[in-house]
């Protein structure tokens, strides 16, 4: 598969991020164009809502948190058996510098490299999860870090 067929496909996996509950086709290519064996962290901020928000009368009734824990019990397992690991999943703190955020949870997960990434985020387990954590969020701000 190219680049550009890798991209596409990820967009139909996750729909094309104009919600913020994805990344966009450019936050892929950014990712993608990594130098693929340098390790990454990403940095995820999550707000999450009230009643979980799944979009349809069939939904399973849940709250936010409940929504993400039901992503968090195929994502961890997901995520250690493509070869990556969590380095932190905590509840928001608070603010020390700068502007006051207002979050509920915080994970850090470190890959390897690339193609450790791109075998969580093909697995068909965690992308029928991702739904979960979509219900679940309100928002959320998610950064890549090099080590």
């Known amino acids: 598969m190219n680049f550009n067929d890798t991209v596409r496909s990820l967009v139909e996996s996750y729909g094309d991020g104009a919600d913020g509950h994805a990344p966009t086709p450019a936050q892929w290519q950014r990712i993608l164009q990594r130098e693929p064996n340098k390790p990454f962290s990403l940095v995820n901020f999550f707000k999450f809502h009230q009643t979980a928000d799944y979009g349809d009368e069939l939904a399973p009734a849940a709250t936010g948190r409940e929504a993400f824990q039901r992503y968090a019990d195929v994502s961890v397992p997901s995520m250690h058996g493509a070869g990556g ?63």
Do not use: C
Not at 104 to 119: E, R, T
Not at 136 to 146: G, S, T
């Open 85 to 147: 690991e969590f380095l932190a999943v905590a509840p928001f703190a608070g603010s020390l510098f700068g502007q006051d955020q207002d979050w509920d949870l915080i994970a850090i997960g470190k890959y390897p490299n690339l193609d450790v990434f791109m075998s969580l985020y093909s697995n068909p387990e965690y992308i029928k999860a991702f739904r979960h954590r979509t219900a679940a969020v309100a928002r959320q701000f998610v950064v890549a870090m090099e080590h």
